[in-house]
């Protein structure tokens, strides 16, 4: 019965090589865990809060794809054309249901399935994953058009080759599992290999952290083709002394700050657009505008849009360069692949 915590990972940077490993594609979507006994079914999120309403299109899917009675892992994502559209899958947490609805249709939801947690009476949780996913594989009809079994390969050869060659379609890098290893819920023993890159991105503006007397984040933006400061993302994860620090740094830029800043519209129209936030839905998203003379080095891990796709953290200021020389063009661009390739 749910809730059930789902297994989780600890980040590493290099794909893992050893004998006992097995790989699989990290997906770019919301984990959720498949709860189903009969005609019941509920989709519950790694956070405990049920994702079952919001992707009423998996429901039925799902009914055909499962045996009667099960528990399954997986990831529900939103295909396109161009790979994984994390952004279309936000937009599915909303408070109304036609507009869930409308949206189910207009962009339905996939489910990639990964780890089988129990069948029938039967508990999985001490089972190997061997085990488990040999029995996933047995019961899943995968036939059915947006129901997937991840891939799965036991050569890190071709863990790396995904890790580098498909980060262009949406992918978040690749997970590594023990084949002999059970299933612990809430415990850290994955590993997930992820991108990590940097760029020095033009410091335009702040937000106050939520103690009001210190730096919570920066506001960072790079320059398109055009010449036009897009916002980019922000900094975040500071020390307690160095939020402090930042308070007495930035002070100077604050100064007749919103004279010719290129986010002045966003200012005057009183507009949250600047304060996009895909997570922190209601939070104060208020920030105060610097003047776009520094530059800071961030370490992201890979762009989505014209938005990296988490939060960056700050490497360093670099007084060495200009804010004009923070444009796209110095971003690695991984050319898109189809997701069919992964799938043979």
Not at 264 to 279: K, L
Not at 304 to 317: A, I
Request: hydrophobic residues 40%.
């Amino acid at each position: 019965m749910p809730p059930v915590k789902p297994m989780l990972s600890k980040a590493v940077h290099e794909v893992p090589r050893g004998p006992g490993l097995s790989y699989e594609p990290k997906w770019d979507g919301f984990r959720c865990i498949v709860f189903r006994d009969g005609d019941e079914l509920e989709l519950g999120s790694r956070n405990d809060r049920p994702l079952t309403r919001y992707f009423p299109e998996l429901v039925e899917l799902l009914r055909e794809a499962l045996p009667p009675r099960c528990v399954v892992d997986g990831e529900i994502v939103i295909v396109s054309e161009t790979g994984l559209d994390f952004e279309a899958l936000q937009l599915r947490l909303h408070p109304a249901a036609s507009r869930v609805n409308k949206l189910a249709a207009e962009t339905p939801a996939s489910f990639v399935a990964f780890d089988l947690l129990a069948l029938d009476d039967r508990s999985l949780l001490e089972e190997s994953f061997a085990q488990r996913r040999h029995l996933l594989e047995s019961v899943l009809d995968d036939k059915l058009a947006r129901v997937h079994l991840t891939p799965i390969t036991t050569d890190p050869d071709v863990a790396q080759d995904w890790f580098t060659r498909f980060e262009g379609a949406g992918f978040d890098g690749v997970m590594v599992k023990p084949t002999d290893q059970p299933y612990e819920p809430d415990k850290r023993v994955m590993w997930k290999v992820k991108h990590q890159r940097t760029a020095d991105c033009v410091v335009a503006g702040f937000r106050w952290h939520k103690d009001g007397e210190s730096v919570g984040s920066l506001l960072l933006g790079l320059f398109d083709e055009e010449g036009v400061l897009r916002p980019v993302g922000v900094a975040t994860s500071f020390t307690a002394a160095r939020r402090r620090e930042l308070v007495t740094e930035l002070a100077p830029l604050r100064e007749n700050a919103l004279e010719d800043h290129p986010w002045r519209q966003w200012v005057e129209a009183d507009t949250p657009s600047i304060g996009y936030s895909r997570w922190a839905v209601g939070k104060d998203l208020s920030w105060e505008p610097l003047r776009c003379e520094w530059v800071a080095e961030v370490r992201y891990e890979h762009l989505q849009g014209w938005r990296f796709r988490h939060g960056s953290r700050l490497v360093r200021f670099r007084p060495d360069r200009t804010p004009q020389s923070c444009t796209y063009a110095q971003l690695e661009q991984v050319a898109p692949a189809e997701l069919k390739m992964l799938f043979g």
